[in-house]
């Protein structure tokens, strides 16, 4: 999960370099976009890695409520 996040936070940092390099908005913009892609996909690989690594020790009441908090995240994220 720490690699995942270290890997996350370097391309959101290259990211920023490279758009300030290019010093164009609509440049930028399709940076950005980019980046709303990775986003998503680092916090559900980081989010499965470890339920899985803790799923033997929570009971199912308590997996259901991390699925329902997880799903109203991505709701909130889809919703405009």
Known sequence: MVVLRLLSGSIEIIAA???F???QVEK???????????GP???ITTTS??????ADRLSV????WIFIGV???FIGIVKK
Do not use: E, Y
């Open 17 to 19: 370099i490279v758009m």
């Open 21 to 23: 390099r290019l010093n």
């Open 49 to 54: 890695i470890g339920l899985i690594g803790i």
């Open 61 to 64: 009441s308590k997996l259901c």
């Open 41 to 43: 996909i680092i916090l």
């Open 71 to 73: 799903s109203c995240i």
């Open 28 to 38: 930028a913009l399709m940076v950005n976009t980019g980046l709303a892609l990775v």
